[in-house]
């Protein structure tokens, strides 16, 4: 039996989790592809947003939206106090301390690179060392390569092993006088591993050395509370929590924001302007130049109160039975592996089919209305560990059924009959 089989939380049980009723709120489920239903299977690369998120889209677009911060008109007015709501809303699902610990970026990428911009240019200098994992997705690689490049600092890499689990003891012998940052992944987008990051956070703390976690793939499924994790910095994007794109959050502790240098110039992130000088203005507007993502950040909100009404722990649990249904059911066929086998899994099934190609997989699934994800996932160290050059990867939302664990699995069937 695969290892990824395990229970996460017994006192909360996903048998009155009713999917059914859940995906009536959501349209796009109703599609048919080619005549066959849609079985979307690649939420970790974007989930799909119900009713109640693209109807707070549309109640701002049409009775609310104006640029904010910059007039007293009565549209203006709200449009700022809603995004201000909308930055609270975040507050309280993370858990900060405080409203202004919360920017609003792009997204995951963007606060990842306000990050390196802010505090890596400022505070790294050249011999320190960066400590990353080989789990992390290109997002929190790339950034820091160009900043050690830049500065002339050593990126060091927590190894993995064949279940796709960090090497924690591998990760405490990295440390040294020359450490400097570490950033983390606290849930791998290829395999579903969760990392233990708290205790990982503390024992970069012990070290005084300030923790980046990559929440893209975790604050769907788990719940996050940054003062109980006491990370330094954690970042995601609405889309994967059923919200619109162009919109993500960075946490960060107040102290530490105060003490970086801005990302990005222009207007709203400013104290004054003159020639010869520019004040900048407080947390969080001083990372937020430009006109930001207002309409997105307003969805965003809408978006976590609609998980927070179901609740994070009862997502996971059902996501986890469905993440153990569909182990056993790809564990029964011939010639499929399954990569990435960790004891503790969010929903994320990435595998191989013995003789054919990713890319096949997933063109020949299409055609029975199935999407999954082919490729590297944006994580071409973990592949490179795994020695494949892509994988398949399924990977469910609370609103997935077990009949559509069936369609991949027929699917999957399908496809081998295709090509072998
Ligand atoms: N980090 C992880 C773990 C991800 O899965 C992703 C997206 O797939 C990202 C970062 C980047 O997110 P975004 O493209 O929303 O910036």
Redesign the pocket.
């Known amino acids: 039996m695969n290892s990824a089989i395990v229970s996460l939380k017994p006192e909360i049980s996903a048998d009155d989790f009713d999917a059914e009723k859940i995906r009536a709120d959501f349209p796009i489920l109703k599609l048919k592809i080619d005549g066959k239903p849609l079985v979307y299977l690649d939420n970790?690369?974007s989930s799909q947003m119900p009713q109640q998120v693209i109807d707070r889209l549309v109640r701002y677009q049409t009775t609310q939206h104006a640029n904010i911060n910059r007039a007293v008109h009565y549209l203006s007015e709200v449009a700022t106090m809603e995004y201000h709501n909308a930055r609270c809303k975040l507050q309280q699902f993370v858990n900060a301390r405080e409203d202004r610990e919360i920017i609003f970026t792009?997204?995951?990428?963007?606060s990842?690179n306000l990050v390196m911009h802010g505090y890596g240019r400022k505070f790294i200098k050249a011999g320190d060392e960066i400590i990353l994992t080989t789990l992390e997705?290109h997002?929190?690689i790339v950034p820091w390569q160009m900043l050690a490049n830049e500065k002339g600092a050593k990126i060091r890499v927590v190894p993995i092993n064949d279940k796709g689990d960090l090497e924690v003891d591998e990760y405490e012998k990295l440390f040294n006088e020359r450490t400097k940052f570490v950033g983390l992944?606290h849930?791998?987008?290829a395999l579903g591993t969760i990392n233990p990051i708290k205790h990982m956070i503390d024992f970069a703390h012990q070290h005084g050395i300030p923790v980046l976690i990559?929440g893209?793939?975790a604050a769907q499924h788990i719940i996050i509370d940054v003062q109980a994790l006491d990370c330094d910095f954690y970042a995601f994007?609405a889309?994967?929590l059923c919200g619109p794109t162009g919109v993500?959050i960075l946490y960060g502790k107040a102290a530490l924001l105060e003490s970086m240098q801005p990302f990005k110039g222009g207007g709203d992130m400013i104290a004054s302007v003159t020639f010869e000088e520019t004040l900048y203005n407080t947390i969080p507007h001083k990372f937020e130049a430009g006109t930001p993502p207002i309409a997105a950040a307003i969805g965003f909100g809408a978006a976590v109160d609609y998980l927070a009404a179901i609740g994070i722990e009862r997502i996971a649990a059902y996501e986890l039975s469905l993440l153990n249904y569909a182990t056993e059911r790809l564990n029964d066929i011939p010639g499929v592996k399954i990569i990435g086998t960790a004891a503790e899994k969010t929903a994320v099934i990435s595998f191989t089919i013995d003789g054919i190609h990713p890319h096949d997989i997933g063109t020949i699934l299409n055609q029975d209305g199935i999407a999954v994800r082919t490729g590297h996932?944006?994580a071409q160290p973990v592949m490179q560990h795994f020695n494949v050059p892509a994988t398949s990867r399924a990977s469910f939302a609370f609103y997935n059924k077990k009949t559509e664990v069936d369609a991949l699995v027929a699917g999957i069937k399908n496809v081998q009959k295709v090509f072998l």
């Open positions: 970790a690369a792009s997204g995951t990428t963007d990842i997705h997002s929190n992944i849930v791998s987008n990559d893209a793939q994007s889309h994967k993500g996932h944006c």
